[in-house]
């Protein structure tokens, strides 16, 4: 099922998103509850928001935190996502660092991509024979990547390594990134697809063209058993405008 959310702004949207986000934190009764975290501009909205909003409404010691991506640079570099919540989230929120399993980025990529697999392996329950996540939050690019799945590395949705690498197709950068069977197998997906760089892919992503499988965000939304998608004016400027609060 796709549930998708059209909001009066990026920033109703995130706090639609971390609502919903906090309330399945909630109705897990044993814990801990294990989260994977994406990057880019649209995570580090969502990391302020919730030192702002969200400090006292999530039993923050409950989480583990993983990543979905990671680019391959150190921790202190301004491109680290791992850094941006270090910064942003972790920092703030006085989270333990026993709790946050970041990638390594700056750590031979395929050897890194073999043993973040296996801590995730060993540290997660499994559901077909697979991980399980209890929630993952994505992005999507304006090329419709999502992870660091792009275009151009698409065969990594049917990859069975947990993780992979692969590479920016502008800048060459690499990245180890979560595999498809991976990201179809979390018990709650959560995609924000946010601002205006992303108005030309929307369409094409919430539609039912078969182009879409093509594009890593838009072959999630696909296979996803459930996805919750949310957007905003910009992303989506062809819904109809919302009455005043
Ligand atoms: O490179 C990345 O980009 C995507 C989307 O980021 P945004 O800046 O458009 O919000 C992100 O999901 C991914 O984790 C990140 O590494």
Not at 33 to 41: P, Q, V
Not at 75 to 89: C, I, M, V
Not at 98 to 120: L, S
Request: proline residues 8%.
């Amino acid at each position: 099922m796709t549930n998708i959310f059209s909001s009066r702004d990026s920033r109703e949207a995130l706090e639609l998103l971390s609502e919903q986000f906090a309330m399945q934190v909630r109705r897990k009764k044993e814990e801990p509850f294990f989260l994977a975290l994406s990057g880019g501009e649209t995570a580090q909205q969502m990391f302020r928001l919730w030192t702002e909003r969200f400090s006292g409404r999530i039993d923050w010691d409950t989480i583990r935190f993983y990543w979905v991506d990671e680019r391959c640079v150190p921790p202190q570099d301004s491109e680290s996502n791992y850094g941006h919540a270090h910064e942003l989230l972790f920092g703030p929120l006085n989270i333990l660092p026993a709790h946050i399993h970041r990638i390594q980025g700056e750590e031979e990529p395929a050897a890194e991509a073999v043993r973040y697999a296996q801590e995730v392996r060993e540290e997660l329950p499994h559901r077909h024979g697979i991980p399980r996540f209890d929630a993952i939050i994505l992005g999507a690019g304006s090329d419709g990547h999502t992870a660091s799945i792009f275009p151009d590395s698409i065969s990594l949705m049917a990859d069975q390594n947990l993780f992979a690498v692969s590479a920016h197709p502008g800048s060459g950068q690499k990245r180890i990134t979560m595999t498809g069977p991976l990201i179809l197998n979390a018990a709650m997906l959560l995609l924000p697809i946010l601002g205006k760089s992303k108005a030309h892919i929307t369409p094409l992503l919430l539609g039912n063209a078969p182009e879409r499988e093509l594009l890593p965000a838009g072959y999630v939304i696909s296979h996803a058993r459930h996805i919750s998608i949310y957007t905003d004016p910009g992303s989506h400027p062809l819904q109809p405008p919302l009455p005043d609060k």
